[in-house]
């Protein structure tokens, strides 16, 4: 769904949970255009040389941006690290290491000997971070990302440091997510879909979920989601957030799903001022 500009710059963003210690809300975004300057400087994700770790049984492969706290960023289903949005990568990379990564199977990455699943995509991200040359990282997880970054959180939790789950679902076996079901299921049966977009669907439809395991998840969580999101509606994330204690839950106002594609300052800076906030005491 496309919306003119003036429609989707503006995000009205609601504080709906947080726990003791929340200093307030993310700022409200009125433009979302980059100021003047060089604030944030022009970035080209697929001028970014490609370099490969060997983690896990699998070569996968990233880019890194940007200097200070490490930042991974796990990207969604179908896609690779060149359809990351450069705007956004951009606001990360003005503040933090940005390392961005295709996953098994897609893009320039290996494919490994065994069928994904989306607790290993997160096996895959826990043992990538310490090659990456850290004990643990901040993650942004979007769509499947988001799913993958809930497995790394609940299965390795020493990896993870604050983390942003975009467009999220606990599952995709619930009403709410009928089309992205039904969808998931016809790209697994189509042949002429690129295999690894076929095992990430499979993986997808085999998951069983973390509706059980939020209440275990404690770290401060950032959940974010467009009120137009018809594929992971917002009400999924409403009760994520009332299951993750430590949880802080962003709307923006008529975007759709994985809405950082459409205003991707507005994501980016909400998502900087979540990671730059003071969470103790």
């Not at 003047?36 to 699998?58: F, M, Q």
């Not at 643990?136 to 979007?142: D, E, K, Q």
């Amino acid at each position: 769904m496309t919306f003119p500009l003036h429609e989707v710059v503006i995000a009205a963003i609601i504080l709906l949970s947080c726990t003791a210690g929340c200093i307030s809300a993310p700022p409200p975004v009125t433009n979302d255009r980059a100021p003047p300057g060089t604030e944030y400087p022009p970035l080209s994700i697929r001028e970014a040389p490609v370099r490969y770790a060997d983690v896990n049984g699998v070569r996968l492969a990233y880019r890194e941006f940007g200097s200070g706290e490490p930042l991974l960023v796990i990207v969604g289903f179908g896609a690779t690290m060149e359809q990351a949005n450069d705007t956004a990568i951009s606001v990360l990379a003005a503040h933090y290491h940005v390392f961005l990564y295709d996953h098994r199977g897609m893009g320039h990455s290996g494919t490994g000997n065994e069928t994904p699943t989306i607790p290993m995509y997160a096996d895959d991200a826990a043992s990538l971070i310490p090659a990456l040359g850290h004990e643990s990282m901040h993650v942004y997880g979007t769509s499947m990302g988001s799913f993958i970054a809930q497995e790394l959180a609940l299965n390795h939790p020493d990896r993870v440091r604050k983390m942003i789950l975009d467009s999220s679902a606990y599952s995709i076996r619930v009403p709410e997510t009928r089309y992205l079901r039904d969808y998931m299921e016809s790209v697994a049966a189509d042949t002429a879909s690129p295999p690894g977009t076929r095992d990430e669907a499979r993986a997808m439809l085999a998951w069983n979920g973390t509706e059980d395991r939020l209440t275990a998840l404690h770290k401060d969580v950032l959940l974010v989601v467009g009120t137009e999101d018809t594929i992971t509606p917002p009400a999924l994330s409403y009760q994520m957030a009332g299951k993750v204690n430590g949880s802080w839950l962003v709307r923006f106002e008529g975007l759709p799903h994985a809405g950082g594609d459409v205003a991707p300052v507005a994501y980016g800076r909400t998502a900087v001022h979540f990671l730059q906030m003071d969470t103790s005491g």
